[in-house]
């Protein structure tokens, strides 16, 4: 098995330009619903995946401490976490497998976007 696996779907939530706060612990978050490629090697790695609504989910996090994970348009280019949507974009995240015994749970190390949401442009957390 792989350290670095590739998951692809769309976006369901997303803790990337504004980390997630819980319980006094502050996270990078991204939680994709699998399609058929990235379910397939979800299951094959032996990832946690959660159905929702009869969609299979999964969920990779990142620790504040270790910088925000990197975010690539769609021509591979480096941009920044603003380009990401906060839900509907098709993506392919890279991610670290846990050590044992939490080898089932995900890392996040970068996203590409795939494809934009319809109608979404580049995120402005000023608009909020």
């Known amino acids: 098995m792989a350290d670095y696996v590739s998951l692809t779907g769309e976006v369901v939530f997303n803790h990337i330009g504004k980390p997630d706060v819980f ?28 159905e929702y609504k009869g969609v299979q989910q999964i969920t990779a996090k990142r620790k504040v401490d270790f910088g925000e994970p990197q975010v690539y348009n769609a021509d591979k280019e480096l941009v920044g976490s603003n380009h990401l949507s906060l839900f509907g974009d098709k993506v392919t995240i890279q991610v670290k497998k846990g ?28 608009e909020f």
């Not at 015994?101 to 934009?116: F, G, H, L, N, Q």
């Open 99 to 126: 050590k044992a015994p939490y080898d089932a749970y995900t890392y996040i190390e970068k996203v590409r976007v795939d494809e934009k949401a319809e109608g979404a442009g580049d995120y402005d957390p000023a």
């Open 23 to 50: 319980m006094g612990a502050s996270n990078y978050k991204i939680t994709i619903a699998l399609d058929k490629k990235g379910l397939k090697t979800a299951e094959k790695e032996g990832l946690a995946v959660v």
